[in-house]
């Protein structure tokens, strides 16, 4: 069923929150990864706001939703929804990045706050993602494990030990989201090393995959209700996106990968994304 539109605004409106605290928390630790977030902050915002079974009532139950953040750099986006969805307190959004914070510029295990795995050392995360959802399985459970990962991730050799596994074991459970902005570290995918058609090395390697539009939210959706019914085989959805969106000066540019605004630059992006 195609979304109503007051809950296609309030996930709009979310990606937006996301954005701006973004912003805030990349500003405020003076490093950081301000880019990826910004460029995954839609397809972030449908997962956590309409698909994603893990709030604050749920986060210690053994059977709800699991999600690991492969490309772990890209947190602050992340931890702005944990606190949008009441996992963390709002005020602890500004320590990120500072000593004794349990909000470090990678994502570290901490169940208390729905953090599911400790990721940012590149490669192992779609591994740990088809663990678990092997083990929701075992144990009769109707869990779901998503899986965000990036086109720089997809480089590393492990993402395809896992992705033949996951087919071979059937994981229909199992949804990998990768950000494919086309930039990376160092800069775009075509110098750096291209990963090309990923929908297409996806459904050789037997998974149900497509290519979505990543700032279309009716499109996100869609493709994750497709996700969800789809029972024999693991899915991935290829999800176009521009790094840095939302900010005009940020977008498609490979430097704000990992660097700080400085003032001028953090008022100029929370005034472009409307921070009141
Ligand atoms: C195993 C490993 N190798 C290298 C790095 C360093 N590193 C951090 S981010 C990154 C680029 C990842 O590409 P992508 O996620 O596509 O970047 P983005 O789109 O956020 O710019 C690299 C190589 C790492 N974190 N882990």
Redesign the pocket.
């Known amino acids: 069923m195609a979304l109503e539109t007051t809950r296609r605004d309030e996930i709009a409106a979310a990606a937006n929150q996301v954005r701006i605290d973004t912003i805030r928390m990349v500003h405020a630790a003076a490093c950081g ?1 301000p ?2 977030p910004l ?1 995954m902050a839609d397809f972030m915002a449908t997962l956590f706001m309409e698909h994603l079974n893990l709030d604050a009532s749920n986060r210690h139950a053994p059977d709800r939703d699991r999600f690991v953040l492969g ?4 947190c602050a986006g992340y931890y702005s929804l944990l606190a949008q969805k009441g996992l963390i307190d709002r005020d602890a959004l500004l320590t990120f990045r500072k000593f004794g914070s349990p909000l470090q510029g ?1 994502p570290h295990r901490n169940h208390d706050l729905g953090i599911d795995f400790s990721t ?4 192992n995360s779609l591994s740990v993602s088809l663990g678990m959802a092997l083990a929701a399985k075992q144990n009769g459970w109707d869990t779901r494990v998503y899986s965000a ?8 050799g492990q993402i395809w030990e896992a992705a033949t596994a996951a087919a071979h074991y059937g994981a229909s459970n199992l949804t990998v989201m990768v ?1 494919f ?1 086309n ?4 800069g775009y ?1 075509r110098d750096v090393m291209d990963v090309r058609d990923l929908r297409a090395k996806y459904e050789a390697f037997g998974w149900h995959a497509v290519d979505v539009d990543g700032h279309d939210i009716d499109a996100i959706d869609a493709a994750l209700v497709a996700a969800r019914e789809e029972t024999e085989r693991p899915s991935a959805l290829i999800l176009e996106t521009l ?1 840095g969106k939302g900010v005009s000066f940020m977008e498609n540019q ?1 430097g704000w ?2 660097v700080a605004p400085n003032d001028e630059e953090a008022a100029k992006a929370l005034q472009e994304l409307g921070a009141s």
Not at 71 to 74: R, V, Y
Not at 120 to 123: E, F, I, R, T, V
Not at 183 to 186: A, E, F, S
């Open positions: 990864h880019g990826g460029g490309n772990g750099h890209t990678h940012g050392s590149l490669g990962s990036s086109d720089g991730e997809s480089q590393e950000d902005n930039v990376q570290i160092d995918m790094i490979p990968h990992g």
